[in-house]
């Protein structure tokens, strides 16, 4: 079983839908959650931080983080064809290795 | 300005031959790293540098180098390149070792062993 498990998709919805992509991860000592942004041909950028459990919203963008099941989600609210991109979870317990997901491969369809 | 930069952006090259890659970054962060991302989009942790110092040093084969002649500069050398090591590798800095988490990545290396 892998440390962080993403369903890569391809994830395809129609302009101005809401989207949900999910992480699960099997460490429990994982404290940081980040959501990273990669567009074809191009590095990942970091989208959303969190620490611990919570919510943290930025826009269009919200992250959160159930501990107690293991489970991270990010949704993007009124869904642009230029939030067509790849997006990686990634967690770490805070000493510098971050673990990735696979990536959501996302389309968003004008 | 790009803010993490590597090249170059394609190599192609054959089994056997040595090759580098080549990063800079003008961020002034203390942290650089290697990663590697393979054709099903896994990214991974190589190395990572602190002020010049390897810090993190994955189960990588020997073949593979890095060196930091100074804080914004880390290169990878790779001796004797592998089928299996054709894949994108991306550079990486963060502000320092605490804040590791809030990565500023290069876009990338395409790698291609024939």
Redesign the interface.
């Known amino acids: 079983q892998k440390e962080v498990e993403q369903d890569?998709g391809p994830l395809s919805v129609p302009e101005g839908a809401i989207v949900s992509l999910n992480c699960t991860y099997s460490n429990s000592a994982f404290q940081?959650f980040?959501w990273?942004r990669q567009y074809s041909?191009?590095?990942?950028?970091?989208l959303m931080?969190t620490y611990s459990s919570g919510n943290k919203e930025d826009g269009r963008f919200t992250a959160q983080v159930d501990k107690s099941s293991k489970y991270i989600s990010l949704f993007i609210r009124d869904s642009q064809p230029s939030d067509s991109a790849?997006y990686?979870c990634?967690m770490?317990q805070?000493?510098?290795?971050?673990v990735?997901g696979?990536?959501t491969r996302l389309t968003i369809n004008p | 300005d790009t803010a993490v930069s590597q090249t170059p952006k394609y190599l192609v090259t054959q089994m056997g031959n040595d090759k580098s890659i080549k990063c800079e970054q003008n961020l002034g962060h203390d942290t650089m790293y290697w990663y590697k991302q393979d054709s099903k989009k896994f990214l991974k942790i190589m190395f990572s540098y602190n002020n010049k110092e390897l810090i993190i040093n994955e189960t990588v084969p020997n073949r593979f180098s890095p060196k930091s002649p100074d804080k914004a500069h880390l290169n990878l050398h790779i001796n004797s390149l592998e089928l299996g090591d054709s894949a994108v590798y991306f550079c990486a800095s963060s502000q320092d070792s605490v804040l590791a988490e809030k990565l500023f990545f290069g876009s990338g290396t395409q790698l291609s062993v024939l």
């Open positions: 890569p940081y980040m990273y041909r191009k590095g990942p950028e970091l931080y790849t990686l990634a770490s805070g000493a510098q290795k971050l990735f696979q990536g």
